[in-house]
């Protein structure tokens, strides 16, 4: 716990089971109350390592994709009485002992989404210097600048898998509404952005290893398309032009209302 706070981490995985015992090995159990491993059908042994590590551990019996899969993970968290959730990719990309930092953050009340940014360092805990490829680097600057021109945020990233909420934060926003695919992280920020929901930074550096899970160039392309038609929808919506669903804060789509029985895929 931080400050009387229950602290989840929550894990979307699919085929991790090669990096999964190192990432949970480098949490920081001191504060971590509970971590949940939601399994997206791998085809490795990823389910049986997260159960020989003591994790609470949901699987979906097929492949529904990255977004889906964190929908998962926000319920279960949710359920389990978290305050905080932190959700962290078991591939060891990002660094766990972040986790406290980032808690700490959303724990004082300041702010309801913390993310852990690679492009906030510099020198040897920079983007670049962690094996990101140039053109990721490129199109994460170039697609950032873009947003915040149009959203008014102004962060130094929108495509970091490293981020803390508060569980107030989580039922506030409609995600149930979002992409099941990769699009669904940067739909739930500018979620948070439309809900005038604060959100911090902290620099993190990253580490781009064989293992280490990456989209290939063309889901990439088609990520990047999802973000600009997330950012124009954003627009037309502040400006009174369109009603997107995942922008409909009076409508059904919410976690917090969703039981788990609607989740017909997903096994404990």
Known sequence: MIQGKKVIVVLPAYNAGKTLERTVAAIPREVVDDIVLVDDASRDETVAVARSLGLGVVVHPRNRGYGANQKTCYRAALERGADIVVMLHPDYQYDPRLITAMAGM?????????????????????????????????????????QNLLTGAKLSEYHTGYRAYSAAALR???????????????????????????????????????????????????????????TLAFRAWRWGLAKPRF??????????????????????
Request: proline share 4%; aromatic share 10%.
């Open 106 to 146: 959303v724990a004082s009340g300041v702010y309801g989404v913390v993310l852990g940014s690679r492009v906030l360092g510099s020198g040897s805990t920079g983007a670049l210097a962690g094996g990101m490829p140039w053109w990721k680097y490129v199109a994460n600057r170039a697609l950032t600048a873009f």
């Open 172 to 230: 506030a926003i409609p995600l149930l509404a979002n992409s099941d695919d990769f699009v669904f992280d940067n739909q739930l920020l500018v979620q948070a952005v439309a809900a005038g929901i604060t959100i911090g930074e902290i620099s993190c550096p990253t580490r781009y290893e064989p293992e280490s899970s990456s989209i290939s160039f063309a889901r990439s392309v088609r990520y990047g398309l999802g973000v600009v038609a997330t």
């Open 247 to 268: 922008l409909a804060f009076s409508g059904g789509d919410f976690v917090a209302g969703a039981a788990a029985a609607e989740d017909p895929v997903a096994r404990q």
